[in-house]
């Protein structure tokens, strides 16, 4: 049996959960997220818990069974407490603001970088921290994943100065320069 799978999804106060044969529907403060699962796997709630049961031993119904349990706790989680990745800019003259909704780069290109957020996203950059740090924050956690992806993607850090943009806490493997002329 799959640990993950078998886990039951707490549902707290404020989310509702519709379930209709393979279609689950996930209502919070948050926001409102739907997804169409298998319909090999089967879902049920039973009070205030969610849970995922599935049919055979056969592989690919073991590889359904802990995925849809993972992706129902994410709705779960996203629509009532939301997910966000934190993004470090470092370098000289590199710096991100928000006009608007969109947020702005300024990373060593000729021009700024815009990046525009998807309805369900928002971006923040704290004043106190003079544009280094970027907060990507949405219900979707592959959506806040994947825009966080492609932020770090518009200048990733670099080995020898450490310049780029990185995610928090995240280890750059430095190397050594040139060696000196003999």
Do not use: C, W
């Amino acid at each position: 049996m799959s640990r993950i799978g078998k886990m039951p999804i707490p549902i707290p106060n404020k989310v509702t959960v519709t379930i209709n044969h393979n279609e689950v529907t996930v209502k919070g403060p948050k926001g409102e997220l739907k997804r169409v699962f298998n319909p090999d796997i089967t879902i049920r709630q039973e009070d205030d818990q969610l849970l995922v049961e599935r049919p055979t031993d056969l592989q690919h119904h073991r590889a359904l069974h802990g995925l849809t349990r993972a992706l129902l706790n994410n709705m779960v989680v996203g629509v009532s407490e939301g997910f966000e990745k934190v993004l470090e800019i470092e370098g000289v003259g590199y710096r991100a603001e928000l006009q608007g909704k969109n947020l702005v780069l300024h990373v060593g290109y000729s021009h700024p970088v815009v990046i525009e957020p998807s309805p369900t996203l928002e971006f923040d950059v704290p004043k106190d921290k003079r544009g280094t740090v970027i907060i990507v924050k949405g219900i979707k956690k592959e959506e806040v994943g994947q825009v966080a992806a492609v932020i770090r993607g518009k200048r990733p850090p670099e080995p020898y100065l450490g310049k780029g943009i990185r995610y928090q806490g995240e280890h750059i493997r430095r190397k050594a320069g040139k060696s000196g002329k003999k």
